[in-house]
């Protein structure tokens, strides 16, 4: 029984991981979606879908094909541009190079993928502007290129530098070339923005987090290209950072290309051709709430096929033309998710569906269903209120025409985001998975009890015990006064702990008390316990670790330009103990000392001497009863339970 339930079980967990995996493109993606101002916005969308791209070259009907939902307000498409269209819109594209030693068996390979790019950007685009980078330790431009033949030689001579640098920053220079490109062509001037990266994914640095980076770029409306060479002698963590380029380039709008598992040269010279379905949408926003900063939307098009994008948020306010009510042609609140037959509530667009015939309730496309009016249905109905908007699925009904239950399809209504023998199967094994519980859990309870034992002898009864004699009260005792509240120091969980300020920049206290298990220190603000303002230390640079039994450790956090004890350089992730006295270095620009009071037994050495305390905060007296004891600026969190 328990074989059955569990192969019920995997074989159901297969199907449902699998069923999603034809619908995980929808179609359209969200490549930048500025703030809102006074219930406007245009931003900008791509066409992935390849019916809806053919079908949409045709200005024909291409403003009634899309449509937006809001989650918090209401929205109609006031008008849709084909970027291509335009001879004014200007493109913007950086060609990212990884130059580290580590890239030097692809170098060759990435720069005939780059060749093949130009001759096919030569062939199709126009009023585009390309700049060629190299990247690694540091970073270099060194071309800005507007025709082919000024891209194929600047080409050359960047590969004939070849690979020189040690290192590889490689998210803080994509976050470099992303606002490069920002600045060469600004969001608010139309046209496109995008870098492509040829990397091998060495990353010395964690600081930089890819959510971050993948948001900006978004909120500059530039789509990040990732190509990503990956051989057998791949370094340790590769895994992990693979994972993290296609985060950063999905979560951008760009395309992550990973070389030996897709034909690389179709995929990079398909981002030409791209350019070509991109489109810029004006919008209206109505029914926007007071004191609402921000939303969320997401773009249907219809046509034979229906695509949506993902959810993306912006920044919208409730002012100028966003305050007014909606029409009735828009219907506010949240959207569901897109199924190809759910109402879409938050959309606008035409009010007639490609392929349906208005007020006559007979839709032509699959999985329509007619309406009452004036009804508007939960998710997974049809709206058919006259004038309305309906959604992918639904069409405009006549008067007098019944519908289902409210929420419930049409009679012809069918899904299309899975086909109906896979919606039947998963149905009928989640069914027999349930029966399979029903049947095991009644059997585990029909078990019989054990047998009690053989002649039991029979209970015997306790004899109540005699109640205790009653003593008599004491006498009252007069009570001491209570004695006064002596101070405690909250630190003295860890012992006395200094890290004593020998070299580093202006602003910095002579020492800082270290009473914490756990002690950060690094350049990023907020986040770390010691925040030093110096561009040569990491976001998250070391970490100290402090214990009751007063043994200090130190830990490098991958930082760029390394930590130092008594002069010796940590390995990247390296964790060493630190005796009082010696010094910690965190790059060539901030120097510190450990000193102990309580636990070494002399000074530490003449060159480093022990700063006294800051005027700020004077060391305090020791407490007493008459005068409370001052707390001196100090780090604290409770010890940890564990010591080494």
Same mark, same amino acid.
């Given at each position: ?65 899309? +449509? ?72 270099? $431009? ?150 609402? $900063?921000?939303? @969320?939307?997401?773009?249907?098009? +219809? ?139 009644? @059997? ?148 510190? $000392? ?51």
């Amino acid at each position: 029984m328990h074989r059955t339930v569990f192969m019920t079980a995997g074989l159901l967990a297969a199907l449902l991981a699998s069923a999603p995996a034809a619908a995980a493109d929808n179609g359209v993606t969200v490549l930048a979606a500025p703030p809102a101002s006074n219930g406007q916005m245009r931003f900008q969308v791509e066409v992935t879908d390849p019916t809806l791209q053919q079908e949409l070259r045709s200005k024909r009907d291409r403003q009634e094909r899309f +449509r937006v939902a809001v989650e918090q307000a209401g929205a109609q498409v006031k008008s849709v541009d084909r970027m291509a269209d335009s001879p004014k819109e200007r493109r913007y594209t950086v060609l990212a190079f990884d130059q580290s030693k580590s890239f030097s068996t692809y170098w060759p390979q990435a720069f005939e993928l780059a060749r093949a790019w130009s001759d096919e950007l030569g062939a199709r685009s126009r009023n585009h502007t390309v700049a060629v980078m190299t990247f690694g330790k540091n970073k270099s $431009t060194h071309c800005e290129e507007t025709t082919a033949a000024g891209l194929q030689n600047c080409l050359a001579q960047v590969e004939a530098r070849g690979t020189d640098q040690l290192v590889t920053r490689l998210k803080f220079y994509i976050q470099e070339a992303v606002r490069e490109a920002a600045r060469k062509q600004p969001l608010s001037r139309g046209g496109s923005r995008e870098v492509i990266v040829f990397t091998d994914a060495g990353e010395e640095s964690a600081a930089l987090k890819v959510k971050d980076l993948a948001r900006e770029a978004r909120e500059r409306g530039v789509r990040i290209h990732v190509v990503v060479f990956s051989g057998q002698g791949a370094s340790k963590g590769i895994a992990q950072r693979l994972d993290e380029m296609s985060q950063l380039a999905e979560g951008s709008g760009g395309r992550y290309i990973q070389v030996g598992d897709v034909d690389a040269r179709q995929a990079v010279t398909g981002l030409v051709g791209a350019l070509e379905n991109i489109y810029w949408l004006d919008v209206a926003f109505c029914g926007v709430k007071p004191g609402q $900063t921000s939303d @969320r939307l997401s773009v249907e098009v +219809r046509g034979q096929t229906t695509a949506w994008s993902d959810f993306v948020a912006f920044r919208q306010r409730a002012e100028g033309s966003a305050t007014a009510a909606c029409p009735s042609s828009v219907v506010m609140g949240s959207s569901a998710a897109q199924s190809g037959t759910a109402t879409r509530p938050g959309t606008s667009g035409s009010t007639t569906q490609p392929g349906s015939t208005p007020g006559t309730g007979s839709p032509t496309q699959p999985g329509a269903a007619t309406g009452s009016p004036g009804t508007a249905t939960q998710p997974g109905g049809a709206v058919g209120t006259p004038g309305g908007s309906t959604q992918p699925g639904g069409a405009t009904g006549s008067p007098g025409t019944a519908s289902g239950p409210a929420g419930a399809p049409g009679a012809n209504a069918a899904p299309s985001g899975l086909p109906w023998w896979l919606l039947a199967l998963l149905i009928g094994l989640g069914l027999l998975l349930l029966i399979a519980l029903i049947v095991l859990l009644t @059997r585990r309870r029909s078990e019989p009890a054990a047998a009690p034992a053989a002649n039991p002898s029979p209970p015997v009864a306790a004899q109540p015990a005699p109640p205790p004699a009653a003593e008599p009260p004491p006498a009252q005792a007069e009570l001491p006064p209570a004695a006064p509240a002596v101070w405690k120091d909250p630190f003295a969980t860890l012992p006395e702990t200094r890290l004593v300020v020998s070299k580093g920049p202006p602003g910095l206290e002579p020492y800082y008390r270290v009473h914490k298990s756990t002690f950060t220190i690094g350049a990023r603000q907020g986040e770390m316990d010691l925040v030093v303002n110096l561009p040569q230390l990491s976001g998250h640079h070391a970490t100290v670790q402090l214990f009751k039994a007063g043994n200090v450790f130190i830990k490098d956090e991958h930082s760029t330009n390394g930590t130092f004890v008594d002069g010796r350089r940590l390995n990247p992730g390296e964790r060493v103990q630190v005796r009082p006295g010696q010094t910690i270095r965190l790059s060539q620009h901030l120097e510190l $000392t450990l000193v102990q009071p309580g636990l070494q037994a002399a000074e530490p050495s003449a060159g480093v001497p022990i700063a006294a305390a800051p005027p700020s905060a004077p060391a305090a007296a020791e407490p007493s009863a008459e005068a409370p004891r001052a707390k001196a600026r100090t780090i604290y969190a409770p010890a940890r339970g564990d010591d080494e």
